[in-house]
């Protein structure tokens, strides 16, 4: 039998070098093993034949059988198309192919019975199929076909004839090597239990179902395995680390929190805060170490539970240190924890990329000796000259922004393992959390500060600025300052955007009265750190900015945002920026600015927006309307969303009962020995061979 893990797809009957090298390239299928997975994306019904007197331009797609009784090439250049005049006895239809060779008209002749196969659109008048599937009539048992799989593929592939048919015949003759044998990846008891089919069958059924009883039953046996063994890797890797990586054990609360407590605390905590605080105590005390995700909405007062935490280990003899993914971030949490914490013995320090020479080397001595207690810090940490006396706490603010490999880099200055908070401002969908951070405890704060008000979120059309303009004029003679955020810098011939320079020009027209920041991508670091210190000190009353302050701009006097072109962002990024206002005690506005021209995609995003400040319940529809792969901080993460068929999205309900399943497995077999499991080990062991990248997050 082939060992499909490691047989070349060169080898398989119709492949060979050169195009084992496309399928390597273009597809990054290498081996049997990938090209068995490589699922198709799409089935069709091919069972049914339509009539041409029976469709309609808004059919999805048809299958017709008739006849060619004509070419006819139209237009000139680039423009240019064959035209087939195709009857069925019914009606007439065309058939077109752009950038067409000579090979159509020797291909398919008159007199000759097709089945054509397509989508079609009406265009002047006539209905019409673009490059159409055709297969002569002799050569094709529809009842056969049933369901025909549909397969992505490259331009190159394409050229090279590589194509969705192809890909299914080349798939065919794989299955004809293996003799319907594939090494099953479940224990037997395991798939009677939960009512699932063979893998060999599954496999074969998602490239060749007959019908859509068989494809069903074989996505939902292909999905429940790829959830469960993600599922099983990560509750392991929890599960062993919970049992042998030793924690710091931080016995006492301390004075420092008593008196900060009671004589400091700017606001009383929610219930939300007081709860988060309880669960990372008892994390701290329970000899173990902690690994904990906290979220929390824009707001919410995350960066408060974070300091009483680091007040806990510096009173248990141990330092804390906050890692910022910005510059102007770390500051911000410099100056904020700095004032909090005046009057209290507690030191507290900042290094950055920009604190060099002699202002380096206090902190750098002071961090070796143990007289800094709280260390707030960008990159600049990760640096080979940075060691501790004693780090207790590691605090990671908005974790997306740095890889696995730099926080690795920060837990190993030290011989024990620090306690581990990771914070986000992004929320979360559940199933993409029980993925993205599986392994790691998860307390959420889902409560705003009292005093803080919910920020008002409006839709308007760019038709007319003038009441626009207006408003914010009033809300800067009132004392506050706006934002005025654009998705591009310069104009773009393809889409008709508002462009940020042209936008800075108008504004500045507009209110010549005020002083105006302008910040982008494309400054250099040092500028855009001055002009956003312009608009954090109140030196200049408005922002015009690209989505560069998404994140790491906290600004309390700021009430309006404004966001040109909305309808081009995601839902999470419209969430993010809406963020920056509405840290303060007045009322604050977002105000979403669109063409009137808006894709049903697009509205429901802004009307999802004017609804709801739950931040849960947007990256929720978020995760539903655009997938986890495009979903903010999820490409930074490194983390690689190429599960084969599962999607969790749509896979929620699902990705939950298989994490079930797994802690029934973890807790019954807890030292991996007993024989019926012994397939589970099998199959992690080979897929981590495989380098499925499966968000190990420490």
Known sequence: MKDLYKTSIQYLTGVGQSRAALFSKELNIHTLHDLLYYFPYKHIDRSRLYHINEIDGNMPYIQLKGRILSYETIGTGRKMRLVGHFSDGTGFIDLVWFQFGNYIQKKYKFNTDYIVFGKPTVFNGRINLAHPDIDEADDLTLSEIGLRPYYNTTERMKRANLNSNTIQKLIGNLFASLDGSVPETLPEAFIRQNHLIPLDKALHDIHFPKNPE??????????????????????????????????????????????????????????????????????????????????????????????????????????????????????????????????????????????????REPVLDGLLKGTVNILIATHAVLEDTVSFHALGLVVVDEQHRFGVAQRAKLWNKNEYLPHVLVMTATPIPRTLAMTLYGDLDVSVIDELPPGRKPVRTEHRYDRDKTPLFQFIRMQINEGRQAYIVYPLIKESEKIDLKNLEEGYKIIREVFPEFNISIVHGQMKPADKEREMQRFVTGETQIMVATTVIEVGVNVPNASVMIIENAERFGLSQLHQLRGRVGRGADQSYCILVTSFKLTDESRKRIEIMTRTNDGFEIAE????????????????????????????????????????????VLNDDPDESRPENAVFWQQLRRLKKENVNWSAIS
């Open 621 to 664: 529809a978020d995760l539903k309307l655009r997938g986890p792969g495009d979903l903010e901080g999820t490409q930074q993460s490194g983390i690689a969303f190429d599960l084969h068929i599962a999607n969790l999205a749509r896979d929620g309900q699902l990705l939950g009962h298989v994490r079930t399943l797994a802690e029934q």
């Open 214 to 359: 068989e494809l069903r039953q074989a996505e939902y046996r292909l999905k429940f395995e790829e959830l469960f063994y993600i599922q099983l890797n990560l509750l392991r890797y929890s599960h062993a680390r919970k049992k042998y990586s030793k924690g710091l054990r931080f016995p006492i609360v301390g004075q420092l929190f008593h008196d900060f407590y009671s004589q400091k605390l700017p606001f009383p905590l929610t219930e939300a805060q007081k709860r988060v605080i309880r669960e990372m105590r008892a994390d701290m005390n329970s000899g173990r170490q902690m690994n904990r995700l906290l979220q929390g909405d824009v707001g919410s007062g995350k960066t408060l539970v974070a300091m009483l935490t680091m007040l806990i280990a510096i009173s248990n003899g141990y330092q804390a240190c906050i890692m910022a993914p910005t510059e102007i971030l770390a500051e911000q949490h410099f100056a904020t924890i700095s004032s909090m914490l005046r009057g209290l013995p507690v030191s507290v320090a900042l290094l950055t990329g920009s604190i060099r020479g002699k202002k």
